[in-house]
């Protein structure tokens, strides 16, 4: 997991708290747009690399500096994109259990509409802003479905649990370190139905509703 303290928001007020997390959230979109853009912009340049073969040298070589450069992009950006996660997931976490949140004031921390953030407390029964963002609220229609990411619509606060998630999950530290981070997380989150991290087909990340953990009984 990536080394990051978050920034501490218990000294501030709910006000200026749901005002930081309105200025990562912004921060983290940005940057997290742009880390989609070079992941497709990579995919692009390795397979015309791979056409390519050893018929243009000159070409081939242009596009392995360029495939070089925007892979240290993408690592800054991951690295960047964590630092604002982990302020995301530990705001919210502050905003669930310091504050008494309106509806009005969810809605806007998940950008949808208060009709939308109504339908969907009614049809899932969440109503932290935690179990809200996870279970997609941020693209809920008003109508009582997911309108699912569009140009103009997606999911940042689900982007950076998830994220959070899957460096837990992939973190290489020792069982120790594993530990007390799994006890810190439930301290933080209480219990949290459990998840696997997979890899899809392009190489990224993603978490998904891990298998139960069935026993032989004799």
Do not use: W
């Not at 501490?8 to 880390?35: D, G, I, P, V």
């Amino acid at each position: 997991m990536t080394n990051v303290t978050p920034l501490s928001t218990k000294r501030f007020t709910k006000q200026q708290t749901l005002s930081l997390f309105f200025t990562e959230k912004r921060a983290y979109r940005k940057l997290h747009k742009e880390q989609e853009r070079a992941c497709r912009d990579l995919c692009l340049l390795k397979r015309e690399l791979k056409r390519l073969g050893d018929s243009d040298i000159f070409s081939a070589k242009k596009l392995t500096a360029e495939i070089a450069s925007l892979e240290r992009i993408k690592i800054q950006l991951r690295v960047i994109l964590s630092t604002i996660g982990s302020f995301l997931v530990s705001s919210v976490h502050d905003l669930d259990e310091r504050f008494e949140l309106t509806l009005h004031e969810k809605a806007a921390a998940l950008s949808i509409s208060h009709i939308a953030l109504k339908q969907c407390i009614k049809k899932d029964g969440d109503t932290s802003l935690f179990e809200l963002a996870f279970g997609h609220a941020e693209v809920y229609g008003e109508r009582g479905d997911f309108i699912g990411a569009t140009d103009n619509r997606d999911y940042p606060v689900f982007s950076a649990i998830e994220h959070y998630m899957i460096e837990m999950m992939t973190s290489k530290a020792s069982p120790e370190v594993r530990a007390t981070i799994d006890q810190k997380t439930k301290e933080h989150f209480g219990s949290l139905p459990q998840y696997q991290a997979v890899k899809e087909p392009d190489g990224t990340l993603t978490v998904i509703p891990a298998p139960p953990n069935l026993k032989l009984i004799h």
